[in-house]
């Protein structure tokens, strides 16, 4: 499976922006597929993930309300909608896939075995 990130750029603090990430799999839909971040000098973060099957969807507090995912299974895509961007959102953005991950390990980064390249974004205050 590969997959590739797409959608990073330059904002301003307020704006939102999409990202998306395609997949190359022949069962897409037995893939939790999830983002996460890596701000300058941190460790990754999780995101969100879209549970593979249901596509039952998980966030982190810290992009609860704020980040959206979602999937197109019929496409091989997950997106994620950014809204009210700020400074601190600045980070890599990744996309990683694991198939039929237990829903306890979704927020996990050592369960994802399979990553995308990664997408910047920057949001200027």
């Known amino acids: 499976v590969q997959l590739q990130a797409f959608g990073g750029g330059l904002v301003h603090a307020g704006d939102s922006r999409r990202l998306s990430c395609i997949a190359t799999a022949r069962s897409f839909n037995i893939y939790t597929v999830a983002w996460f971040r890596q701000a300058p000098g941190k460790g990754r973060e999780f995101l969100a993930a879209?549970?593979?099957?249901?596509?039952?969807?998980y966030y982190s507090d810290s992009v609860k309300g704020r980040f959206t995912i979602s999937r197109d299974n019929a496409k091989n895509t997950v997106c994620l909608q950014m809204d009210s961007l700020q400074p601190e959102d600045t980070a890599v953005y990744y996309c990683?896939?694991?198939?039929?991950?237990?829903?306890?390990?979704?927020?996990?980064?050592?369960?994802?075995?399979?990553w995308g390249q990664g997408t910047l974004v920057t949001v200027s205050s």
């Open positions: 879209s549970r593979y099957g249901t596509s039952a969807t």
């Open positions: 990683a896939g694991a198939s039929s991950l237990h829903d306890h390990y979704y927020n996990t980064e050592r369960y994802y075995n399979f």
